[in-house]
T-cell receptor, first 110, second 115 residues
Framework: DAKTTQPPSMDCAEGRAANLPCNHS???????VYWYRQIHSQGPQYIIH???NNETNEMASLIITEDRKSSTLILPHATLRDTAVYYC???????????FGTGTSLTVIP | GAVVSQHPSRVICKSGTSVKIECRSL??????MFWYRQFPKQSLMLMAT?????????EQGVEKDKFLINHASLTLSTLTVTSAHPEDSSFYIC???????????FGDGTRLSIL
C-alpha cells in the first residue's frame, strides 16, 4: 500500500551533502510527505514533513517539486551516525495510516 | 520533542504464553496509536490503528483475536499477543500521533522471541 518509491541504497562521503530522492507520483492535494529514518534495531525517528513548500529544520531540508510528484531529503553535512534506512511516506489523513515502503539504505563512508 | 515509551524492550518466553506490550506517549495526548511489526531486513508492516476509546482497526490479514489492542486512554495503548508461537517472534513497534497532520512518533520497539 506504500505510495512512494525510493532507491534501495545510496552511499555518501562523510561531510558531504546526502540527497535522498523519493517519487510519489499519485499524491493527492491534501497529503503530506513525511521522512523518517531507522537505525538498526530501533524505532523510526521523525526527520521532517511538508505539503508543498520547501522545509528546513535542524536535521535536514525537504525539497518538494512544484507538481508534488517527487521530493528530496537533504542532509547537509552527513556524518557516520546518519547511516540508516530512510523512509519517505505519504500519509492519508482520512485513515491516519502510514504505510512504509522499502526505504533507502544510506551508508555514510569515512 | 514528542516522546513515546515502549515496554518491555525485549521478551523471551515459551510457546503458548500471552505477552503484553505497553506504549505510552509521555508528553502529548495521542488521539491515534499504531502498531507495526518488522521482520529482519524488511520494512515495517502496519498491523492496526487504534483511537482512544474505540475498537482498533486491523489491517487485512492480521488476526484480531491473536493480537489484542487496547487504547483505554490518550496516553496508553497495549498490544497483547495471545498464545504466542514461534512464528509470532518479531520486532513490534508502536507509534502515536496527536492530531491532524502532526507526525507520528515511534517507540523503540519490543523484540519478541518465542521459544
Amino acid at each position: 500500500d506504500a505510495k512512494t518509491t525510493q532507491p534501495p541504497s545510496m552511499d555518501c562521503a562523510e561531510g558531504r551533502a546526502a540527497n535522498l530522492p523519493c517519487n510519489h507520483s499519485t499524491i493527492s492535494g491534501n497529503e503530506y510527505v513525511y521522512w523518517y529514518r531507522q537505525i538498526h534495531s530501533q524505532g523510526p525517528q521523525y526527520i521532517i514533513h511538508g505539503l508543498k513548500n520547501n522545509e528546513t529544520n535542524e536535521m535536514a531540508s525537504l525539497i518538494i517539486t512544484e507538481d508534488r510528484k517527487s521530493s528530496t531529503l537533504i542532509l547537509p553535512h552527513a556524518t557516520l551516525r546518519d547511516t540508516a534506512v530512510y523512509y519517505c511516506i505519504v500519509m492519508i489523513l482520512a485513515g491516519n495510516q502510514f504505510y512504509f515502503g522499502t526505504g533507502t539504505s544510506l551508508t555514510v563512508i569515512p | 520533542g514528542a516522546v513515546v515509551s515502549q515496554h518491555p524492550s525485549r521478551v523471551i518466553c515459551k510457546s503458548g504464553t500471552s505477552v503484553k506490550i505497553e506504549c505510552r506517549s509521555l508528553d502529548f495526548q495521542a488521539t491515534t496509536m499504531f502498531w507495526y511489526r518488522q521482520f529482519p531486513k524488511q520494512s515495517l508492516m502496519l498491523m492496526a490503528t487504534s483511537n482512544e476509546g474505540s475498537k482498533a482497526t486491523y489491517e487485512q490479514g492480521v488476526e484480531k483475536d491473536k493480537f489484542l489492542i487496547n487504547h483505554a486512554s490518550l496516553t496508553l495503548s497495549t498490544l497483547t499477543v495471545t498464545s504466542a508461537h514461534p512464528e509470532d517472534s518479531s520486532f513490534y513497534i508502536c507509534s502515536a500521533r496527536e492530531q491532524g497532520y502532526q507526525p507520528q512518533h515511534f517507540g523503540d520497539g519490543t523484540r519478541l522471541s518465542i521459544l
